[in-house]
């Protein structure tokens, strides 16, 4: 696959994210911190911040997806599975965590977070599509849960977005080449599906929440084995 398509990458990004601008995040990060742990909703509080130090869209949404309550901090890391598998079975938040490493693959900026994932800032609303570092990231993923010891391993795609059907079929090929037992299902709503789950692989701070348990599987493999990848760290104080 010849397509040289950076996911994620917006060329405004150098300035927004300068390392003069660095302090300026982390600052929106503790205001709106503060604000969330006395209960305010974080739309309200990132325009408010957002407003008063002249943050771009850019910049406010790295903040947002980077930044969470105490409570959430704290619960998240109590059911975080630390160690490996050992042989349990996982599910994964397909297109969260393929996205992400396409994105870090691309050179494209990250942001390490509060819950110590790592996210991205790239938006596909409803329409995807394989790239160049599609093939890459699913190997990338198969090698980890390799790895980890995940016994038998189930992937939910959306269906209603475009070209997961593709995506399916690829992650099935690269998948052949692992002895973990697989299942690939494209569901109305991989998020519905996943928050019961044990063992869940995603970034999706909503999931997180709700999953008994879950693996920073995407982060762990951006920092372990993808090191010339810019991490920017809004991980509080």
């Known amino acids: 696959m010849s397509d040289n398509t950076r996911r994620g990458f917006i060329a405004t990004d150098a300035v927004d994210f300068a390392e003069d601008k660095i302090q300026l995040l982390r600052r ?12 305010y909703p974080i739309k309200g509080i990132s325009v408010l911040v957002g407003n008063h130090l002249q943050l771009t869209e850019r910049q406010r949404l790295a903040v947002v997806r980077a930044t969470s309550s105490t409570a959430d901090i704290r619960a998240r890391k109590f059911k975080q599975v630390i160690g490996g598998a050992d042989g349990r079975c996982v599910y994964i938040d397909g297109l969260n965590v393929i996205i992400t490493l396409e994105t870090a693959l691309s050179r494209t900026t990250m ?12 938006a596909i609303r409803g329409t995807y599509r394989l ?3 599609t093939r890459t990231a699913v190997m990338l993923l198969g090698e980890y849960l390799e790895e980890i010891g995940a016994g038998g391993v189930t992937i939910y795609l959306d269906a209603p977005v475009s070209n997961t059907g593709r995506l399916k079929a690829l992650i099935a090929d690269c998948f052949e080449k692992f002895s973990f037992d697989f299942d690939i299902r494209l569901v109305p709503n991989a998020d ?5 789950k044990c ?4 970034s999706d701070a909503i999931i997180l929440n709700e999953c008994v348990s879950w693996l920073n599987c995407a982060a762990e493999i951006i920092e372990d084995k ?4 810019r991490i920017i760290q809004l991980i509080g104080e």
Do not use: P, W, Y
Not at 112 to 119: A, L, S, W
Not at 199 to 202: A, D, E, G, R, Y
């Open 199 to 202: 063992n869940v692989i995603t």
């Open 226 to 229: 993808l090191s010339d990848v």
């Open 192 to 196: 519905v599906m996943l928050r019961d």
């Open 131 to 133: 790239i160049g570092h």
């Open 111 to 122: 942001f390490k977070c509060m819950d110590e994932t790592v996210r991205d800032l790239a």
């Open 28 to 39: 929106a990060q503790s205001d709106i911190s503060v604000m969330l742990d006395r209960g």
